[in-house]
């Protein structure tokens, strides 16, 4: 009698964890792939030094590591992630998320289906906390788990490997935005799937001073990228972050439930102020950018 050994079936779904300088955080974001429930092809590239795949060895994580001393952009560290692994379908995830349960095997199930492109919700690290809310609404109110599919943007993207083929990689020269770039390059009839089921966790700052710091310098970023990509002055740099972001209590009442909700809505001040800050920093990262371009 001939014993047939069934092998195991390589994972599915890559999930390139992003890091930057190492931080403790990333090795949280491990572990929660590690505890999802489908098999994963796991790669950590880590940019700016600091000895994650040691940080790796000594927690007992035994995922593939890639280091570079220099610091990568976000558009290169994705793409030496994807050149890096093998699996159908990729996911990325930052040192300073965790993925939910379900958050794989819910993409895969939308993936094997058909679905080239699948997007996932946001969810708040610190629910009790005042200035994580506003955080968390400044950056991500409109992926909030509750929203109707037609207010939701689709971020936070798994993608069938072959469209890198057809469409090239991200791009690595983007400080941010590289996403979007290539969103866009894919065309209307490739919108990505939105599941709120998918849920990601973003680590938000919990303290007055940590939130102003945060969004002035997450401002100041985009008013340069901004300035550099399209010419944008102060004023139209400041008017860009508020556009899509102006309707923040409107989006707590559509996107969040129950004890989340009540939450949100004592913090929605908070976030106005921090969507002005952030909006402010714009400007000055507007103006910085078009003085460096006139030397």
Known sequence: MRHHVLMPQ????????????A?????????????????????????????????LSEARLDVATFEFEERLLVGAARNRG????????????????LACPGWARRRLEWHLAGHA????????????SHAAWAAHLTMYMRRLPELPEKEALRYGVSFDRRLFAAHGMFDERRSS????????????ELVPVWDSRIRTVHRNTAT???????????????GAHLAARSGHGPWRAFRAVFHD?????????LGLAGDDRERARKAVPLAKLS????????ALGAIRSGRARTR
């Open 23 to 55: 931080p403790e955080t990333l090795l949280d974001a491990v572990r929660s792939l590690l505890a999802q429930d489908v098999p994963l092809e796991i790669v950590v590239v880590n940019s700016g030094g600091g000895g994650i795949s040691r940080q």
């Open 177 to 188: 935005g590289e996403d979007t770039e290539f969103l866009a390059r894919l065309g209307p």
């Open 10 to 21: 390589p994972p599915a779904l890559a999930v390139v964890v992003i890091g930057y300088r």
């Open 208 to 222: 007055l001073k940590a939130l102003m710091a945060d969004q002035a310098r997450r401002g100041f970023r985009y």
């Open 117 to 128: 492109t699948v997007a996932s919700a946001v969810v708040n690290s610190d629910p009790g």
């Open 245 to 253: 972001r102006r309707h923040i209590a409107r989006f707590v009442e």
């Open 275 to 282: 969507l002005f800050v952030n909006a402010s920093g714009a």
């Open 82 to 97: 994807i050149e890096a692994t093998q699996a159908p379908f990729v996911a990325f995830l930052a040192d300073d998320c």
